[in-house]
């Protein structure tokens, strides 16, 4: 029977890890490129919370939820990122990408200094972040590495605080470091 759980990226098991990173390396390979790291190795400095929905040791469908603090308009705020989503193709359909999305994005409401979450999607999947209270801002404009423009889909955002909901986000670009999410 699918179980549905949440582990600190210490606590992941490796089998886990290695279900996570095989998905990864397929459905994205210019994450990791011609390395093979598990997952979290790529980025080891980011403190992630994996949410998973396993059945015994086999790995359905899988969110990550993180954060970290970016400068925009003169202040510094706390974003949260939703990255690695995804259901294996046997199970699509069944409802698991939604379970997994909406434990991540209850996981970030629920953050006392969280201001904002923001993910990257396609056209496919808006309809379900929708459902799940994430918005396009129109105008946001995302950076990341060497100031390049994401413009690989959609940006969604969570607007989780008062002051994030009260500030416009699209009066200039937002540059997320290194990389995306």
Same mark, same amino acid.
């Given at each position: 029977? $699918?179980?549905? /759980?949440?582990?600190?990226? @210490?606590?992941? $098991?490796?089998?886990?890890?290695?279900?996570?990173? &095989? #998905?990864?390396?397929?459905? +994205?390979?210019?994450? *990791? =490129? /011609?390395?093979?790291?598990? +997952?979290? !190795?790529? #980025?080891?400095?980011? @403190?992630?919370? %994996?949410?998973?929905?396993?059945?015994?040791?086999?790995?359905? !469908?899988?969110?990550?939820?993180?954060?970290?603090?970016?400068?925009?308009?003169?202040?510094?705020?706390?974003? +949260?990122?939703? &990255? &690695?989503?995804?259901?294996?193709?046997?199970?699509? =359909? &069944?409802?698991?990408?939604?379970?997994?999305?909406?434990?991540?994005?209850?996981?970030?409401?629920?953050?006392?200094?969280?201001?904002?979450?923001?993910?990257?999607? =396609?056209?496919?999947?808006?309809?379900?972040?929708?459902?799940?209270?994430?918005?396009?801002?129109?105008?946001?404009?995302?950076?990341?590495?060497?100031?390049?423009?994401?413009? @690989?889909?959609?940006?969604?955002?969570?607007?989780? !605080?008062?002051?994030? /909901?009260?500030? @416009?986000? !699209?009066?200039? *670009?937002? %540059?997320?470091? *290194? #990389?995306? +999410?």
């Amino acid at each position: 029977m $699918p179980q549905r /759980r949440a582990f600190r990226s @210490d606590d992941l $098991p490796r089998d886990l890890a290695v279900q996570i990173a &095989s #998905y990864v390396r397929v459905q +994205w390979p210019a994450l *990791p =490129g /011609r390395r093979t790291p598990l +997952w979290e !190795s790529l #980025y080891p400095a980011i @403190d992630r919370v %994996h949410f998973v929905i396993t059945d015994a040791d086999v790995l359905i !469908s899988h969110a990550i939820a993180h954060g970290r603090p970016l400068p925009h308009g003169g202040r510094t705020w706390n974003v +949260w990122g939703l &990255s &690695s989503v995804f259901t294996y193709p046997t199970h699509r =359909g &069944s409802g698991f990408g939604e379970q997994v999305v909406a434990d991540a994005t209850q996981h970030i409401r629920d953050q006392p200094d969280a201001d904002l979450a923001l993910l990257f999607c =396609g056209d496919r999947v808006q309809s379900l972040y929708r459902r799940l209270g994430w918005q396009i801002v129109p105008g946001l404009e995302i950076r990341f590495g060497d100031k390049q423009v994401f413009n @690989d889909g959609h940006v969604m955002t969570l607007f989780v !605080s008062d002051r994030a /909901r009260a500030h @416009d986000f !699209s009066a200039e *670009p937002m %540059h997320v470091g *290194p #990389y995306t +999410w």
